[in-house]
């Protein structure tokens, strides 16, 4: 089987590649691409073609930040409808967390994951092996063995370790493995009970608040033995102007530390819990006008390795409750990219090939996807990539959303940025 796709705007952001021309896919790899493709002699005999009229040709979106919630909470998602919403936002490969029901610490459960993944056949699909027993932070994992059966990194996401110790030894274990620790970075002593950015909102609804400090704090922890350790750090979801500052300077110094953003906080800020709607309700917290900034100028300035969703969807009994006992979380495939292309590219905060790379081949790179091809569309690499009208709009509302969840922020929301069409190894699976 062959495919030819023609006359698409081509951004490559691995190769520096920013043309028009045409992409020949034969049996799922990438064969040629750009202007000379259609003068590759197996692109005559294409068994299909495809005239995209110039729409935007990137390869696949690599989130490396999901929830999926099978095994455990198929209520709130499960591997096929979470696959199903990664492709309706142009992403072909996820990487799921491991905090499902019972955690993902065996092999037993990374096999199921895979398995489940494999029989929905919509995208790549890159287990995260708990990084202790449980997710209960006093023993850690057997690592090799979780990553022989195919995890890609280690987390306790959704909480953090709170024994440094713990932290320091999963680092030094790691840097042999060549495989990133995941910090969910959260001091539960400092932030307590809180629900929302502790500050000047927060003290005039009469919420009770998730300092700064209580992310900054671990920051600053697990930079310092990252440097100890010589292990691979990858910080997720990061909020704080503080955290940020910390994460440029340990990079300046030559340390293995990555990190990602969400879209919903570059895009949002605490001033939205004054509608007591529990949709902005996530950990780490929406935080201020100053940490968004922030969260921006680390974007545009190469601080930032990626932007993930941290999609975390959850049902309506999860959600239409008061906001001090709602879940945390939200989801976010299907506006991660419109998103993007609105705050961040039509705003003049990074340039298009940035948000591509930010989306592709950056985090190929952090979890060492690339080494499968991944993140570019490379000949010999996977025909992995998604097509784009730039000029397209979505509006978010439930027949746009394909996850099972629909606890998105974003309601009603008319962006930029159609995904055209997702395809996985040269096969159609959405649009």
Known sequence: MSLLVKNARILDPAQKLDVVGSLLVVEGVVTAIGPEAERDPLSSGATEILDVGGKLLTPGFIDLHVHFREPGQTRKESIETGSRAAVAGGFTSVCAMANTRPANDSVAIT???????????????????????????????????LKASGCVAFSD??????????????????????????????????????????????????????????????????????????????????STAGSLRMVREAKARGLKVTCEVTPHHFALTDRELMKFDSDYKMNPPLRTEADLDAVLQALADGTVDAIATDHAPHGWDDKEVELPIAAFGVIGLETAFPLTLQLLVNKNIIPLERAISLLTWEPAKVFHLDEKGLGSLKVGAPADFTLIDLNGTVKVDRAFIQSRSYNTPFKGWELPGKIAG???????VWG
């Not at 997702?422 to 159609?428: E, F, H, S, V």
Request: proline letters at 3%; hydrophobic letters at 45%.
């Open 157 to 238: 996401d959704g909480l953090p370790v709170m024994n440094a110790e713990i932290m320091r030894r999963a680092l030094e274990y790691t840097a042999w493995l060549n495989i990133p620790i995941v910090a969910h970075e959260e001091d539960k002593q400092l932030a307590g009970e809180g629900y929302m950015h502790q500050g000047a909102v927060s003290a005039a609804l009469g919420c009770l608040g998730i300092p700064s400090a209580a992310e900054e704090a671990m920051v600053a922890r697990d930079i310092v033995l990252a440097e100890h350790t010589g292990g691979h750090l990858h910080l997720a979801h990061l």
């Open 422 to 428: 997702t395809w996985l190894g040269g096969k159609r």
């Open 111 to 145: 096999e199921l994951m895979l398995a489940k993944a494999n029989a929905a056949g919509l995208c790549r699909y890159f287990p995260l092996g708990a990084l202790t027993k449980g997710m209960e932070g006093e023993e850690l994992c057997d690592f090799g063995t």
